[in-house]
């Protein structure tokens, strides 16, 4: 029963995540939208405008952050499943050498050779350790971009904000 409740828990978490990551994906391109319709363009210098440029920037930056955000995760939940599926292949396999008795194939129902049984558990732990090395750099990188957008957004504010008070005040 507890694993069942920590799998639906992580279910939750997962589905409340990628919408969160969802919302901060239209909520970026929406501002970004705003502003750039709103934008009127001006020689760049010391003035008012030069910050809202700024923000419109850091918005945009923060929508294209946020999709790359939403794409390494799709992209470790396949690594991650594909992690899981070699190691419960290669756990299979050691139990089928373990056994002492003959081993027979599924489909085939024919003996198979210990020695062929071995490389196939070597290879399917090979390549569950490759796809945990893929995972952990993928969410690494899933990590950075949730870094990414939230300075954005925020350093987008922050200017957006610094451009209305100097406006006006000039």
């Known amino acids: 029963m507890p694993e069942k409740t920590s799998l639906q828990l992580y279910e939750w978490w997962m589905e409340a995540a990628q919408k969160f990551d969802y919302f901060m994906a239209g909520i ?9 319709q709103s934008f009127r363009p001006e020689r760049l210098g010391w003035s008012p405008g030069l910050p809202e440029l700024l ?10 952050a946020s999709l790359k955000r939403v794409e390494s995760t799709v992209h470790a939940l396949r690594l991650n499943q594909q992690q899981i599926e070699k190691g419960e292949v290669a756990a299979e396999l050691a139990e ?8 027979r194939g599924r489909a085939t ?16 732990k090979d390549m569950a350790n490759i ?5 952990e750099k993928t969410q690494r990188r899933a990590q950075y ?21 100097w406006q006006a005040y000039s």
């Open 145 to 165: 971009w949730y870094a990414a957008r939230t300075y954005l957004l925020l350093t987008g504010f922050l200017l957006l904000i610094a451009a209305r008070v």
């Open 96 to 103: 089928a050498i373990e056994s002492k008795g003959p081993i």
């Open 109 to 124: 129902r024919e003996e198979i050779d210990p020695a062929v049984l071995r490389q196939a558990h070597s290879s399917q």
């Open 131 to 135: 796809a945990k090395q893929f995972l």
């Open 55 to 64: 923000s419109l920037l850091c918005f945009v930056a923060a929508s294209v």
């Open 28 to 36: 970026s391109t929406a501002l970004a939208g705003y502003l750039g």
